[in-house]
Each structure stands twice: as structure tokens, then as C-alpha cells.
């Protein structure tokens, strides 16, 4: 298994908002289109309660009965989100239903609204049950005590979370594990035109050069370059919200680092590696390589000068290629550091966690476990794949007879013998871009190690500061070099001081724990 490094990937620019829910924390429901939510084959017959055997029993078996049951006051669990449950992880809610359990929605808004209504019922002794992972959950949600630990509740090296231990772990904080991720996703890729390419004669294709094991800043560069000297108006890269962050990754070696179990906040911009992936971005900049104007990915290969676009893989690549149908739009991860160890990569995870003063702990862990189980069911990710590669795919509910079907590959109701209504946002992938998908969200690659920063987990005001600069937009620490050509050096001297003053309250929060 591969060692699963402490550093998480952000998406949380206001133009990208609207797809933090996919790049950053796994999906608007609670489940992946890759999982599909059906009803797990490995899921264990439940109690009166709707408490699984497979949560319980066998967790104080193999823990020498350390595992306890978790507190409940019934079958409601209240969930505070911005979307409904009931409605958007419909499969998983009837499953959960069909354990004993309902699911009570208290509506919220996203950003810093979420979060001070969630510690407002907190305070007030009205706590929810559950919630999804935001970036602002790990660190600064923990470090205000939002959450509650689990590890007294839940068994990391049963069968249904032992894939998931390392990217668990890699979440522990103080000695305590808050967040459980119930999946990994992948993180920020390269979006290309391989149409384009084709058109313009050039014969290097990205995702040829990864098969090959050749796909490196080195190699990137040299395409880019080949790219734009067909003319002024040519660029080689369109970074978005995520600008520097899944470079610096491909290093080994962190912007800002949450040790948990050490208990301490390492900020790394003075490390060798971070100064030599900048100094390699800037150098980009300054040869005319990159357009920094931001552009959504239904638009970025429209006029056909653009090669490479940096988005999170799934809106990224939906969006693109059902905007250009009559062009094979490809991925590729963010090129390997041709100086490190292994090919690090960003990647991104979605999971729960359990506030402060729940009062249904157990009917959470219900949740996550069903969450969990869909996640891993060998039949769902069968299905998925069949419905990725299809060219069509259909709603459940016949529109003639209003009878639901859950297979979307049957273009005539079985009931009614109408035509179903067919998904008009489907986008067909290729199954090799399929394969490299998967790999990229699979807790346990032989080809990637995937790395997660935590410089967008603290405050709103230090991610601006990292991310977006100043009125003008100048001292953007991970923009500067990438977007404008501006000395990282220059940055780093500037702005290291401001950025302990913003991480120093987290490491006294953090030293306290216990």
C-alpha cells in the first residue's frame, strides 16, 4: 500500500465555487457518480435500531472489545448541509430508511455562513449529527471544536474501512480522528484538446508521454513551448483557482503541513523544493506561456489556442468535452517532478464528520457505513463503469408510465415500452481515461502517492493572502510566479512572517489538545 502523505488540495476561488463541492470534497450527495449509491451486496442485516452487526459485533471482536456502541436518543438523525439528503442522496437514504433510520434537514448556507451556523447549534446545545467535509474542517473546525473524535466507535481495520486506513490516518489530529472519508476522489488534472493537437501537426501526446512513464515538468514545458510557437496568440496553460498547489505537491513536499500526530504546523516556504517549483513556474510565465485570465472549462478550448486548462477532473472534464463534442478532450494528472522519489499527486476526499453534542452518534455511523459499503461494492463500480463508457444514459422515472428503472442503460421503459428520457448532460469517456480515473482515485495506487496540502484549511483570510493577493492582485503566494512572472523569492521574504502570524493561533489550539 502506498503511504498516503497529510496534504489536501483546495478549490475555493469565487469563480470556481460552484465546483468546490466536486474538486474539493467529493460531490454535491454523498456518493460519487463512481459508486452510484446502489444497494450494497455487502451490507449486513440490521438490528430493531438499525445498528449493522458489521459496525458493531464485529468491531469489539477484533478489537478486544474496545469498540463502543455509539450514543443514540432514536431513529432521526439530523443533518445540517446545504443541499437535502433526502433528495440528492435518495439511494443511500432508502437504505438507511430500511435500517430504522430518518434523515431531519436543517438548511444552511455554504462558506462562512455554514460554519458559524454550525457552531451556533453547537454553543446552543442543539447539535446536528452530520456533516460533509469542508477544506476549512481540518484544521480549523477541529481546532474549534466542532467535531468529536471517533475512534472509540468505529474498527479502521475492518473489512469495510481497512482501504480507506492510510487516507484516514492521514487525517489525525492530536492523536484523534474527526473526519472519516468514505472515498478518495481524484484532484486537479490537465485538461488538453487532443483534436487540437492532432490538427496542428504536433505528434507528443500528454497522455501517450504518461503511458510511456515520459509525462514530466520537462516534457510539459518542451510541449508548451512547441504549442505556443505556432503563434503569439497561443498559450500552454490556463491556471485556475488551484494555481500553484498541485505543482508544488508533485515535489513531495507540502506548502503547509498539519501533522496530527506530532501535533505540529509546518510551514514549508522555505524549503528547497517549494523555491525550486516555483522558480520552474515563474520561468513558464516569463516566457509567454501562460494565459492567467480565467476562463470556464465549457469555454477554455473554444477558440482552439489554448492547450493545457488546470480544473478539478470530473466538472472539469464534463464540461469541456460536452461543450466541444467533436473533440476528443483528454486529461492527464499534473506532470511528475522529474527530481522526486515517486509521482506525487494531488487528490481530494469526501466523507463526514460527526459534530460536537450529537445526541445520534449511532444513527452517523449508520450512515457513513452505508456511505462506505456502496463505495467499495464490487457490482456498483461494475455498473459505473458501464454507464461511463455508455454513449447514453436514461433517468430511472419512465416519463410515460412513472415507473423508476435504477438501469440507465435501457433506452425502453420495461413496464411501458417507452422511450426514457435520456440524460442530456452525460458525457461519454474513454475507457483508457476511465482506467486512469480510477487509478487516481484509488486509496491504495501502485502508481501514484497522492499528497493533500492544508494551506486552504485555516482561515479565510490566509487563503486569500495564498491565493488570490492583494486589491491589485499582487503577493499572491501560490499565483504570482505561475500567473505573472513574479519572483517567489520576493513573495516568500515578504509574506513568510503574515503567514506565521495566521498559523501560530492553530499551533497553541493544537498543542492543547489532548
Known sequence: MKLTKRIFCGLLTTALAVTSVTACSGSTTTS?????????????????????????????????????????????????????????????????????????????????IYFEKLAQLVSSDDSPDLVRYEWMSFPHGISKNLYMPLDNYIDFDSPTWSG?????????????????????????????????????????????????????WDTWKELMVEWCNLGDDYYGLLPTGFVAM????????????????????????????????????????????????????????????????????????????????????????????PKSDAYYTNSDTFGYLVPAGSKNVKASLKYMELCRLAEI???????????????????????????????????????????????????????ELYDLKMELKNPESDEFTFLFDDCFGFSTELTDMLQVGDAEGGGCILGGPLKTGESYTTLRDSYFGTVESHLQPYRDLLAAME
Open 32 to 112: 460519487s457518480t463512481d459508486s452510484n449509491n446502489t444497494t450494497s451486496s455487502q451490507t449486513t442485516s440490521s438490528t430493531d435500531n438499525g445498528q449493522t452487526s458489521e459496525s458493531t459485533d464485529s468491531t469489539d471482536e477484533n478489537n478486544g472489545g474496545s469498540i463502543q456502541e455509539a450514543p443514540s436518543n432514536g431513529t432521526v438523525m439530523k443533518w445540517l448541509g446545504y443541499y437535502d439528503l433526502n433528495t440528492d442522496d435518495k439511494v443511500i437514504v432508502d437504505q438507511f430508511e430500511d435500517a430504522g433510520y430518518t434523515v431531519e434537514y436543517i438548511a444552511t448556507q455554504s462558506g462562512a
Open 164 to 216: 480507506m486506513k492510510s487516507t484516514i490516518d492521514s487525517f489525525n489530529y492530536a492523536g484523534k480522528h474527526y473526519y472519516i472519508p468514505y472515498q478518495m476522489n481524484p484532484g486537479v488534472v490537465l485538461l488538453y484538446n487532443k483534436t487540437a493537437l492532432e490538427n496542428e501537426g504536433i505528434s507528443d501526446d500528454p497522455f501517450e508521454l504518461y503511458q510511456n512513464g515520459e509525462w514530466t
Open 246 to 337: 498541485p505543482f508544488i505537491v508533485t515535489t513531495g513536499t507540502p506548502l503547509i503541513d498539519v501533522d496530527g500526530e506530532s501535533k505540529q504546523i509546518l510551514n514549508n516556504m522555505k524549503e528547497a523544493n517549494i523555491q525550486r517549483c516555483q522558480d520552474f513556474l515563474q520561468s513558464i510565465a516569463q516566457e509567454g506561456l501562460v494565459q492567467p485570465e480565467y476562463q470556464d472549462p465549457s469555454t477554455v478550448f473554444a477558440d482552439g489556442k489554448i492547450l493545457f486548462a488546470e480544473f478539478g477532473l470530473d466538472w472539469g472534464y464534463t464540461s469541456a468535452q460536452k461543450k466541444m463534442r467533436d473533440s476528443e478532450i483528454y486529461f492527464v494528472p499534473i506532470p511528475r517532478d
Open 377 to 431: 461494492d464490487p457490482e456498483n463500480a461494475e455498473t459505473a463503469k458501464d454507464e461511463a463508457l455508455a454513449d447514453a444514459i436514461f433517468y430511472p422515472k419512465c416519463p410515460e408510465c412513472g415507473v423508476s428503472n435504477p438501469d440507465k442503460l435501457i433506452e425502453k421503459c420495461p413496464e411501458c415500452n417507452a422511450d426514457r428520457r435520456p440524460n442530456k448532460t452525460h458525457v461519454p469517456m474513454p475507457e
